[in-house]
């Protein structure tokens, strides 16, 4: 086994554990998913696609953000606020996309806040975890790259059917 496909594995361990322990604080606080992005953008559409995927599984959370109502810079501190508002205690997990220098996508976990709109002058800090999907900044003009994005998205959905419904 090479240390790709080591690599790999221990990112489904990962996502795994990640989706239990949301499981868990589901039981003291209300987790909130915030599917960030424009999915006019097929590099900016992780966010809104993995929103629509969630609804369509039926998990049982609130969604805020898919492909028919896309929150990115002009309304991100908008629906953060409304989330603050009506949720109590809210355990916000921010679906995002980033570009990255790497070859490959990579969907990157972090038990932390992240930077919606970072390239932007109104960046917003929010989360309490962030699943970003990294894509291949020399390849956002090859459309194929976006198959692989969908398959990603796939995987992601698989796993919170498997492990969350």
Known sequence: MD????????????????????????????????????????????GPMMGTLLQ????ENYVYGNIKSNID????QYYIDV?????????????????????EFV???????????????????????SITCLSPFRLLKNNCCYYHMLGEIKRLGLYFKEFYL
Request: charged residues 20%; proline residues 1%; neutral net charge.
């Open 73 to 76: 810079v002009s309304n991100i």
């Open 56 to 59: 369509y599984l039926g998990v």
């Open 107 to 129: 969907i990157k976990i972090n038990d932390k806040s992240t930077t919606c709109a970072a390239l932007s002058k109104n960046a917003v800090e929010v989360g309490d975890v």
């Open 3 to 46: 240390s790709l496909e080591i690599s790999k594995i221990l990112h489904n361990i990962d996502l795994v554990s990640q989706i239990e322990k949301l499981k868990k604080i589901s039981n003291t606080r209300e987790v909130v998913f915030l599917c960030v992005g424009n999915s006019k953008i097929w590099y900016d559409s992780f």
């Open 83 to 103: 989330i603050y508002k009506f949720h109590y205690n809210p355990y916000i997990v921010v679906f995002d996309n980033a570009l990255s220098s790497n070859d």
